[in-house]
């Protein structure tokens, strides 16, 4: 099997429709967003698609929505299809943004991941510390783990 990952707006947008399934159905972890968000940050250049390819068709296998304010970059949704999971797709994700923002200079990248949820350790494994800790709403009552990855720029 073959993983690409795409971040062409021509390319990108025929998986739209996959990529809100995709994050609709892990909201619990990633929160809501409308419709037009994921056309906003495909056009904005700030969203890469997983692809995977086995003899046939690509296959949608997750994604990954950035943005911020320069020079720190923020990730806005990180996710992974679970029949993919445990291929180190998400570790490809953010190694191929953190080339990305190195090239042109960003100094790091943050997120913010729920304490409760097992990403956490992900997170870790692939160099994001914790820095901080807020309250998450008051619906879930958890903490928020802010996470920062500094880049060597």
Not at 102 to 131: E, P, T, Y
Request: net charge positive; hydrophobic share 45%.
């Amino acid at each position: 099997m073959r993983i690409e990952i795409i971040d062409k707006l021509e390319d990108v947008t025929s998986f739209l429709t996959l990529v809100k399934r995709g994050a609709d159905s892990a909201k619990e972890e990633l929160g809501f967003l409308p419709e037009k968000a994921y056309e906003e940050f495909a056009l904005s250049g700030k969203l890469l698609v997983v692809t995977t390819v086995d003899g046939g068709e690509p296959k949608y296998g997750g994604h990954l929505m950035f943005g911020g304010i320069y020079p720190h970059a923020k990730i806005f949704q990180l996710f992974v299809d679970p029949q993919f999971r445990k291929m180190g797709i998400a570790g490809r994700l953010i190694g191929y943004l953190k080339e990305r923002l190195i090239a042109h200079q960003w100094l790091s990248i943050k997120a913010r991941v729920a304490d409760n949820l097992a990403a956490n350790d992900a997170w870790a494994r692939m160099g994001f510390r914790v820095v901080k800790v807020r309250a998450g709403g008051s619906a879930r009552n958890r903490q928020i783990n802010v996470r920062v990855l500094d880049l060597e720029t």
